[in-house]
C-alpha cells in the first residue's frame, strides 16, 4: 500500500469520508448498465453487488481505496491506527465471504473498481462491430 499526504484536516477529512456509502456507488451503477443478466441484489450474504441465481455466479465490485488495489491503494497519512486495521478487516471479509460462496458451489467474480471503465469500453465497442 502507498501511503500519501493528507490535503484536508482531520475534521474534513472525517466529513468526506462520512458521505462516501456502500451501496449505489458510481462503479456498481456504471456495472449496472453493463451486467443485464445479473440482479443488483446486495442484501444477500457477504453483500455481493450483482447476483445470477441461474447460473450460481455472485459478482464483487472492489472499490480500490476499500479493498487495497495493488495499483491504486493509499493509506491516509492522518490516523492510520483507525485505517490500517479497518482496510484489514476489509480484506479479511471479503475472503471469508469468497470462500463461503466457493464451498456452496457458486463461482465469484471480483473486478476492481478501475477496470469497470475498460470493460465498458471494451462492451460499447463491441455492440458497434
Not at 15 to 24: A, F, P, T, V
Not at 33 to 41: A, G, N, R, T, W
Not at 58 to 64: K, Y
Amino acid at each position: 500500500m502507498w501511503n500519501m499526504a493528507d490535503i484536508f484536516s482531520k475534521k474534513k477529512r472525517s466529513e468526506i469520508m462520512s458521505k462516501i456509502r456502500s451501496k449505489d456507488t458510481k462503479p456498481e451503477i456504471i456495472a449496472k448498465l453493463i451486467l443485464k443478466e445479473f440482479e443488483y441484489q446486495p442484501k444477500e450474504f457477504g453483500r455481493p453487488d450483482f447476483i445470477n441465481y441461474k447460473k450460481k455466479i455472485v459478482l464483487f465490485i472492489d472499490g480500490c481505496f476499500w479493498h487495497c488495489c495493488p495499483i491504486h491503494s493509499k493509506i491516509p497519512e492522518q490516523n492510520k491506527g483507525y485505517w490500517i486495521p479497518k482496510l484489514e478487516r476489509n480484506l479479511t471479509r471479503a475472503k471469508e465471504v469468497e470462500m463461503a460462496y466457493k464451498m456452496a458451489g457458486w463461482r465469484v467474480v471480483r473486478i476492481w473498481e478501475h477496470e469497470l471503465s475498460k470493460l465498458r469500453n471494451r462492451l460499447s465497442f463491441q455492440k458497434l462491430v
